[in-house]
Structures are given as C-alpha cells and as structure tokens.
C-alpha cells in the first residue's frame, strides 16, 4: 500500500462553483473572492477579511501595514517555514530570530519575554501557530504591549482553530492582522492563496490599497460602477496579491465543509493517538484542551534518542514501505541564507534543536482512509518496535465542543 503524505479532497461544490465562473466571463477578482472574505469574516469574528494569492502576500501586507520600514527589527520564531522571515525583508526590516517550546513549537510568553529583554528595540513579532495548535496569543499580546511591541500572526496552518488560552476563534484577536494558507495541502484550499483578516480599519484600508497595484479603485468595482472603468488612480507602489476567482470558488466550496474537515482530521489524530500510543521512543504531539481547539493540519511525532532508529533511518524506511513523510521544519537559522543573516548558534535555540533533530510529519488528511492510517501505524510499529501489541483503534468518543480531551 502506497500512502501519500497529502490527498487533496475536493469533493463538494468546487466544480460547480467553477463551472459558475467560467460560463461568467469573468475569470479574476469578483464575487466569489468576495464572498470568501465575507465567509472569513463570519467564521473569525473579525472586522476585516482581505482575499490574496497567498498567505505569503498576506504576511507582507500586514508586515507593511504594521509600518515596519528599512532597519526595523522583528521577531521571527526559527521553527517556520521561510516566508515567514522573508516578508520582513521585503520591507528592509532586520530579522531576529527567537527559539520555541521543544513540546510544542510554538513561541510562549516566557520565551518572548526573556527575548525582548536581550533585544532591545525590537518592532514587531509574528507568533506561528504550528502545526494546527495556536499559541497562547493572550499571554504574548501582554507581554508584547509591555515592550511596545505589535503583533502579526502566522496562522498557515490554523484553520479552523482556537486559541487554547481563551477558547477564541484564531483570527479574532486584536493584533495587527492574522495570515492564513490556502495552498494545497492546508485544512482548506484554494490551491494557491490566502486571507488577512484584521480588526484594524487602518490595517484593513492599507491592505486592500496595496493588495492591488496602489490603485484607488478595486478592478471588480471599477466594472461595475457607473463612469467610465479606466477613471482611477495610483496613489502607492502597490503589488499584485489579488485572489482570481477561480481560486476563490474553491476556497467558497472548502469553507462550507471546513468544520467538517477538522472533524476527519480530528478523528484521524484520535486514531493516531490510539494506534501509535504503545510504540516505543515515540512522543505523540500535545493536544489542546478543547476537542475544537487544534485545526490537525500536521499530526507531528517526535523519535526520542533512546529510539531504536533515529528520526531520518524511520522516514527512509516508511518511504520504503509506501509511507510518505515529511519534516516540519529544519529551523530557519540552520538555513544558509538565514545564517548569514542572524545568530546561527545552535545553543542559542535549544528548544528548536530538540525539537527538529527527532520531529517527524505523518500523513493527515480528510479523505485517508482507515486501511491507509492502520498501515502507516503498523509501519512504524514494524520500523521502531513497540512496548505491546498494537491494540485495535477505536472511533473516537462524541464530545461537544470545548470538552477537555
């Protein structure tokens, strides 16, 4: 049996959605991009909700909107993956890159304080909330807001999530803006793009002027309103981030099903927890306190030195037995462009290097089936060896949301 790491599962509206596109004549920025926004809106509680080609563009305009400018400094997590840190060089901002919990990955409160206090001057922190579990944005806006720092999340792979500190929607926190990925193989999909959403008017203003060339007047409207559609003007050196609507019809079939999603994904994570939780110098990832909390865009595993096999000899031989993997992620200051930017020391980020050395991706995604998920968990158990016999994987128990797991 061949598992892949990733299937994407487009089986709802997508092409109908589509196919209402092509036959409108009107293949870029329209109504279905719109419509998207108004969804993220609705499903984020926030104000604001602004449709790019990427979660990429989408963390550069909220870097530039939070007016990071040449030789500003920003606090970058290592554990990301690089776009991340290269939108603040889009901008000629400095990067500093900070460490994250070995357990989680993600960036703490503890670990931004006492970074802020050995980097003084520090502009802007952009927290990622890894692998499906959001950071505690509660925690890190209170110490963010005592250093004068502002925020910008990272929310790739957070959709739909909440944050574990306060039971809110991510996206719904007052930082400067949230970032989202709806590239393929993320919990919803457009195939390529992303939104910004904002509680900011400012923000929200900015982001949409840049979003599009400078241009004063959006191109859907310019068609629409009365006047002639080539009246507009260029008031900043804008970029090219607009979401044509043959993505957005399909991130518009993706959101109607995207709770439905994170439940196969959550199902396939309590299987994973019950199939894999005898194996021997196997950690399992952390789960958040809500059954609703955690999107499961990567179920994450971690082989400990005392392993039979280290981390790469166990995804050489899940290749070999038709099972995909991946590594999420090498950290950036181990990257070549990024040494050369910033402090490489591996002692300056011990939690990142514990995590990384053993970290392992296992295939997540709506459609894998059952026989596909038993195989990867007797695959591994073949591999590393277990502490018993792999018992049989139960479904999940029903539990209304917010029960703790």
């Not at 004063?216 to 050196?237: H, I, L, N």
């Not at 997540?364 to 059952?370: A, E, K, V, Y």
Request: glycine fraction near 8%.
């Amino acid at each position: 049996m061949n598992v892949p790491f990733h299937r994407v599962e487009c089986d709802g509206n997508e092409l109908s959605y589509l196919k209402e596109v092509l036959e409108s004549g009107w293949l870029t920025t329209s109504r279905f991009a719109k419509r998207l926004e108004d969804g993220f809106v609705e499903a984020t509680g926030a104000k604001h909700a602004i449709a790019v080609n990427s979660c990429t563009s989408a963390l550069h305009l909220a870097v530039e909107a939070a007016g990071v400018r040449p030789g500003d400094r920003v606090l970058v997590p290592t554990l990301t993956f690089t776009s991340t840190a290269e939108v603040v060089r889009y901008v000629g901002g400095e990067v500093v890159l900070c460490d994250v919990d070995p357990g989680t990955g993600l960036l703490t409160p503890a670990i931004l304080e006492e970074t802020l206090s050995r980097n003084p001057g520090i502009r802007l922190v952009m927290p990622v909330h890894f692998a499906g579990l959001a950071a505690d944005i509660a925690g890190l806006t209170e110490v963010a807001d005592r250093h004068g720092v502002r925020i910008v999340e990272d929310a790739a792979h957070a959709f739909p999530a909440r944050y574990p500190s306060t039971g809110d929607v991510v996206g719904s926190a007052d930082s400067v803006a949230c970032c989202f990925s709806f590239y393929a193989n993320k919990t919803i999909t457009t195939g390529e793009g992303g939104m910004l959403v904002t509680n900011d008017d400012d923000v929200a203003a900015r982001a949409r002027l840049m979003r599009l060339h400078g241009i004063d007047r959006d191109v859907w409207k310019r068609f629409q309103d009365p006047g002639p559609s080539w009246r507009y003007d260029v008031v900043e050196a804008g970029f090219k981030y607009n979401l044509p609507d043959l993505n957005a019809a399909v991130g518009v079939a993706q959101l109607e099903r995207a709770e439905s999603l994170r439940e196969a994904r959550q199902r396939l994570a309590d299987r994973y927890f019950a199939g894999l939780g005898n194996v021997a110098g196997l950690d399992l990832p952390p789960r958040a306190d809500g059954r609703d909390a955690h999107a499961w865009h990567l179920f994450t595993v971690h082989v400990r030195p005392d392993a039979s096999v280290d981390r790469d000899t166990l995804s050489e031989r899940l290749a070999a037995m038709g099972v995909a993997t991946s590594v999420h992620y090498r950290p950036l200051h181990r990257m070549s462009f990024w040494k050369a930017q910033s402090d490489s020391r591996p002692e300056s980020f011990p939690g990142a290097e514990r995590r990384w050395e053993g970290t392992l991706s296992l295939p997540l995604f709506p459609g894998m089936t059952d026989a596909e998920q038993d195989h990867v968990c007797t695959s591994i158990a073949a591999v590393i060896g277990s502490d018993a016999p792999l018992i049989e994987i139960p479904p999940p128990a029903e539990l209304p949301a917010g029960t703790v797991d």
